[in-house]
């Protein structure tokens, strides 16, 4: 019962940075995208490759979580768009409030995309709302197929969910179509999109549904 209110507490509180995070980018037109998954599933591949097709078409910033490391930061600093590090300091997600540190470090002036990249983890960021305008959930081929059914609040409360690493199914024991029916049976209304960074498979889609979301904000 105590863990109960702790939990609705910390949550209130992270509700209203939410809020703050989201107002700050409505107002500038910036669209936010939260990407959760387990380590490495391929969040900070599947953005290289997103900058590196853009190529400098959109304006886009991101924030790296992280526990300690700023190696994924670097990554995407190559690309030559401004990068904010979290480090959580062995904190497992990320909260609103902490984004609401790093939209300080960011010039938001002209920005079109900004990506968050959440702690390596399926568990607890899925219930820290950081002011997203959409949520993506990463899942990769070599992850098993029991992910979706062990935690489910990672996956229904997700607005795509990208099965990456597509390329390597052949060699795991995952029923593409078994797949798709355990996350439509938690979340009906999402989308699902299967790609590979490596052979470039579903990569157009994957930008095209980015294009839409901006469009429809
Ligand atoms: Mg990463
Ligand atoms: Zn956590």
């Not at 037109?29 to 190529?55: F, Q, R, V, Y």
């Not at 709302?129 to 949520?135: I, M, S």
Request: with cysteine; net charge neutral; aromatic share 8%.
């Amino acid at each position: 019962m105590a863990e109960i209110i702790v939990m609705k507490a910390v949550n209130a509180e992270n509700e209203l940075y939410a809020a703050q995070v989201k107002e700050a980018l409505d107002k500038r037109g910036i669209l936010l995208i939260n990407l959760l998954s387990s380590p490495g599933s391929g969040k900070t591949s599947l953005l290289e490759a997103t900058l590196k097709e853009w190529g400098g078409k959109y304006r886009c910033a991101a924030i790296e979580g992280d526990l300690f490391t700023d190696e994924d930061a670097r990554r995407l600093e190559k690309f030559g768009i401004q990068v904010v590090q979290l480090n959580t300091q062995g904190s497992c997600h990320l909260t609103a409030n902490m984004i609401v540190k790093a939209l300080e470090k960011l010039d938001l002036k002209d920005l079109e995309f900004l990506f968050v990249e959440n702690v390596g983890n399926l568990v607890c960021p899925a219930s820290f709302n950081l002011g997203e305008h959409k949520r993506v959930t990463l899942l990769s081929v070599t992850e098993g197929k029991d992910k979706i059914k062990k935690y489910p609040k990672a996956f229904y409360t997700a607005d795509l969910l990208v099965l990456s690493k597509i390329d390597l199914l052949p060699m795991t024991d995952i029923n593409l179509e078994d797949l798709k029916q355990d996350f439509f049976r938690v979340n009906p209304q999402a989308g699902f999109l299967s790609l590979s960074v490596k052979t470039g498979q579903g990569l157009s889609q994957w930008l095209e549904k980015l294009e839409n979301w901006r469009r429809e904000t």
